[in-house]
């Protein structure tokens, strides 16, 4: 998603529903990490997903930051107010030299810019952590007059969750990066789609999609992928997502019929150290007593 044109693509389907108002040049990665001194007095320090200043002659300049998420997260507004924050502190703090009566000096920046924090849900049902600052609260203000008082005066952060999962077709659609297959992948895996062919699109970027992949599943197996496909068949796009699923598979039934083969031998070497020998002649073609010894041993 560091890539202008995947984080472009992005923003405008998500924010701008797909008219393509954010354009790949437009775009300058930031710093992603922060620091802040906490209670412990000590320096800690928080890291952004991606993170970039967008310049457009309409709104001037804007920073957006993506943060991904595979599980829900009640304090999510908590931790995005803490970027924001910082992000906005920074901008406080900024410095930049100049020139003055012949000497070199350094003055703070009077620029400062809004802030947009994108969460991305890739998770496998539909997000069930808070959106508000309000809803994070533990325990929550009770409904009496005081405290409906109280929260005239508290403010109220709120966070811009985007859950990828729940994403219509007509939406992914609108995606022209490789980002539309990550969509249209994880909007499948939200209704348990056992029908799911992936479409014919080329990866462009092959070796960021498939780390992103591994990250966003969990699956290692989109990692080891990578060194599968020569600089050849990326660069002319003849690596797809069918390909890709295509190999994920091969790969889970070669691992399955080794950890079975093993799992046999295990059995074997006990029967043989128990001279049980008519049980050994008996489990190649009795699947049920085979299953039955499997547990029986512990294997």
């Given amino acids: 998603m560091a890539l202008d044109d995947v984080f472009s693509d992005i923003v405008n389907v998500l924010i701008f529903d797909g008219e393509q108002v954010v354009v790949p040049d437009s775009l300058k990665d930031m710093i992603a990490f922060s620091q802040y001194k906490a209670t412990d007095y000590k320096i800690h320090e928080q890291e952004r997903d991606v993170f970039k200043l967008w310049n457009n002659k309409s709104v001037n300049s804007v920073l957006i930051g993506i943060e991904n998420q595979t599980k829900s997260d009640k304090n999510m507004p908590f931790r995005v107010m803490g970027y924001d924050g910082a992000s906005y502190r920074s901008q406080l ?4 030299a100049v020139r003055k009566g ?5 003055v703070l920046c009077k620029r400062r810019f809004p802030l947009i924090t994108m969460i991305l849900f890739f998770g496998d049902k ?4 808070s959106k508000n600052l309000a809803d994070s609260f533990v325990p929550k203000l009770p409904e009496n007059k005081i405290a409906e008082k109280i929260s005239k005066y508290v403010s109220d952060y709120r966070i811009n969750v985007f859950d990828i999962g729940n994403l219509r077709e007509e939406d992914i659609e609108k995606f022209r990066s490789d980002f539309k297959l990550v969509a249209e992948y994880f909007v499948n895996v939200r209704c348990s789609n056992s029908d799911y062919v992936p479409s014919g699109k080329s990866i462009v970027h092959v070796d960021e999609f498939l780390k992103l992949m591994s990250v966003l599943t969990g699956d290692k197996r989109y990692e080891e992928y990578i060194d599968l496909y020569t600089e050849e068949e ?3 796009g003849k690596v797809n997502m069918c390909k890709i699923l295509d190999a994920r598979e091969s790969k889970g039934r070669k691992e399955g019929r080794t950890e079975g083969e093993q799992r ?3 059995l074997i070497s006990k029967l043989v150290a128990e001279g049980k020998s008519n049980e050994i002649k008996l489990i190649s073609s ?3 007593l085979r299953n039955k010894l499997y547990v029986e041993y512990g294997l």
């Fill in 234 to 236: 990326k660069r002319g």
């Fill in 264 to 266: 046999v031998l295990e």
């Fill in 286 to 288: 009795d699947e049920a």
């Fill in 102 to 106: 012949g000497k070199k000096i350094t």
């Fill in 93 to 96: 703090l900024k410095k930049r």
């Fill in 126 to 129: 539909a997000w069930s952590g």
